[in-house]
Each structure stands twice: as C-alpha cells, then as structure tokens.
C-alpha cells in the first residue's frame, strides 16, 4: 500500500509519497541514476555547488557529496530528511548556485506553476538539469554491447492515452505539452538549452541560464 500523502497551497493539491525511498530499486533506477550523472558532469566543474529539488532516496546528493561538490536538497516533504523543507513553487533561495537539478519532480507540478518557479530560478543557477518523463509505454527495450559502438539501446514504445501516475500533473507529449513545446517554454523562462536527450521514457535537459550574472 503507498503511503500517499497530500498539502494544499493555494488551489493546488500535491500529492506525494516517501516509502517508495525504503526499497530496493531496480536495475532501470540506476540507470537513470547514471544518466542524471552524465548529464550534470557535462557541465559541472569542481568546487561547484548545487540546490536539488526532491532528493527522494538521497542517491544523487550522496554521489556529489562522495564527488567533492556541495549539495544543499530542498523538498516539500519532510519524511525525505531534505535540508530545506519547502514547496519550490514558492520558495526563493537565499543564495545563487552552480547548478539546480530536478529529477522527475517538475511534472509534480501544475504546468504553469513550473514554468513560473523555473523563472524565478533563473536568477539563481548557471545551469538547470532536469528530467521528466515521457507519456508513453515501452513495448520492447534492448541493449547492445558491440566491439565498434559499445553500449546502445533501443525501444519500441507507444503513446498512452492518460497520465502515468496519479501524483502527476503533466507529462512529455501528453495533450498539449509535445516536447518541442515543453522545451520551447521552458527555454522562454530566460535559458538556453545547454543539452538534451532521451533515456528510459525520460527527457533529459540543461538549460544555462541567461539570468546568472546579471
């Protein structure tokens, strides 16, 4: 049973758990936890420090911490021990940071209420990485280990017709939101795309912000 908790701010209520953070992950997980990292040491360089929003099991602070970086987490609920216990659409940080990172969080988010929290953002971080998921499922995965290109995957999937999950607001190439139009807004909030791509039914992004030194 999902311990499933809910907080009303405003008009909105978000919904969110913490048991799924007790148990073992799967191999898929830690995957896209190697992805996160890939997509952050692109840009990252040493002595950087960085604010993550939802550090959920604590893996991806821990990795930065063990790699010599400062990580301060912030998230709106507490039972995740996070050092800030704050709802990112209102918070505003009392310092400016290397890089934000939020994996799998913004679409927790009522579209618009994203857009308006990653503006304010950009005043406050060189660099945005954010994953979110794709709305769709995987009929096949594969991957491959050849001597010439070494690791590739591949997969077949389709489109699903409502959102994933029920703590969702919105997802990759769901109704409205195709991912030309996600990253085109989320770009119009003052970035610029640094980098993208896809793994896992998740779109992955760095936005550099035009904001940071100004």
């Known amino acids: 049973m999902v311990d499933r908790k809910e907080k009303k701010e405003g008009d909105v209520t978000y919904s969110f758990s913490s048991d799924w953070i007790t148990r073992f992950e799967s191999e898929e997980h830690w995957l896209l936890y190697r992805q ?46 996070p050092d800030i216990v704050a709802n990112i659409t209102t918070y505003v940080p009392e310092k400016r940071y290397d890089h934000i990172i939020a994996f799998e969080i913004l679409e927790h988010i009522p579209y618009e ?5 990653l503006k304010t953002l950009s005043s406050y971080c060189k660099y945005f990485t954010i994953s979110v998921p794709y709305n769709e499922e995987r009929l096949i995965r594969a991957r491959l280990s050849l001597p010439i290109i070494k690791h590739t995957s591949f997969s077949i999937t389709l489109p699903k017709s409502k ?8 997802e990759v190439n769901h109704g409205k939101q195709s991912e030309k139009k996600v990253i085109s807004d989320f770009l119009a909030q003052g970035y610029t795309l640094k980098g993208r791509s896809k793994f896992v039914s998740r779109l992955y992004i760095t936005l550099e912000s035009k904001h940071f030194n100004s």
């Open 36 to 81: 996160q990292q890939f997509m952050i040491h692109k840009v990252a360089k040493e002595g950087d420090n960085f604010l993550e929003i939802g550090p959920g099991t604590g893996f991806c602070s821990g990795y930065l911490r063990g790699k010599g970086f400062n990580v301060t987490t912030i998230d709106i609920d507490e039972a995740k021990k």
């Open 113 to 117: 209420e994203c857009l308006k929290s």
């Open 163 to 170: 959102i994933s999950e029920p703590n969702h607001f919105w």
